[in-house]
T-cell receptor, first 117, second 111 residues
Framework: DAMVIQNPRYQVTQFGKPVTLSCSQT?????MYWYQQKSSQAPKLLFH???????NEADTPDNFQSRRPNTSFCFLDIRSPGLGDAAMYLC????????????????FGQGTRLTVV | GDSVTQMEGPVTLSEEAFLTINCTYT??????LFWYVQYPGEGLQLLLK?????DKGSNKGFEATYRKETTSFHLEKGSVQVSDSAVYFC??????????FGRGTSLIVHP
């Protein structure tokens, strides 16, 4: 089945030690998103790629970076994780610009639970 | 800007009870509307959607009707099960391909 896969499901990292989360998709969608979700809150969009174009949300800290080497893969890099960065990180994809009036749904991975110790 | 407002949770029900989770939205034009479900420790899954006024989305016994006159998309189920316990997110997409999510409503179903 076509899907969005995130690795690992659980990640423990040390305070200040760089960490990378991975996302891959077999849907061939041109848009990929990274969300941060803290307990009992809605997902918060960090940034997204529309094709190769990177779009950062205004309030996303500089500590968060992303790479998309090709259509299928996208990475979230946290340069110096702090205790406040412990959260569930969700990758999602959708089709953008497929036609006038298109309003596609997003497809989510299972998430990576990040713990900072 | 666009926004989605959901009822505060948690909603606590006994098995086989009737469920309503309210969702209203603010957006110009004609957005598509969605309900996503998030089971504990998992990502979000699309539950149902509606793309135009008066459309009814349905899946797994859940239903929601796109009401443009009241800007609402309330989620309903006639008889909930323990396995329906999850967080439910209402969302809209007005054509910018980025969904706008509500804050989520937690549902707890007791045997």
């Amino acid at each position: 089945d076509a899907m969005v896969i995130q690795n690992p499901r659980y990640q423990v990292t040390q305070f200040g030690k760089p960490v990378t989360l991975s996302c891959s998709q077999t849907l061939n969608h041109n848009v990929m998103y990274w969300y941060q979700q803290k307990s009992s809150q809605a997902p918060k969009l960090l940034f997204h790629y529309y094709d190769k174009d990177f779009n950062n949300e205004a309030d996303t800290p500089d500590n968060f970076q992303s790479r998309r080497p090709n259509t299928s893969f996208c990475f979230l890099d946290i340069r110096s994780p702090g205790l406040g960065d412990a959260a569930m990180y969700l990758c999602a994809t959708s089709r953008g610009g497929v036609g006038q009036g298109s309003r596609p749904e997003a497809f989510f991975g299972q998430g990576t639970r990040l713990t900072v110790v | 800007g666009d926004s989605v407002t959901q009822m505060e949770g948690p909603v606590t029900l006994s098995e086989e009870a009737f469920l309503t989770i309210n969702c209203t939205y603010t957006a110009t034009g004609y957005p598509s509307l969605f309900w996503y479900v998030q089971y504990p420790g998992e990502g979000l899954q699309l539950l149902l959607k509606a793309t135009k006024a008066d459309d009814k989305g349905s899946n797994k016994g859940f239903e929601a009707t796109y009401r443009k006159e009241t800007t609402s998309f309330h989620l309903e189920k006639g008889s909930v099960q323990v396995s329906d316990s999850a967080v439910y997110f209402c969302a809209l997409n007005r054509g910018s391909y980025i969904p706008t999510f509500g804050r989520g409503t937690s549902l707890i179903v007791h045997p």
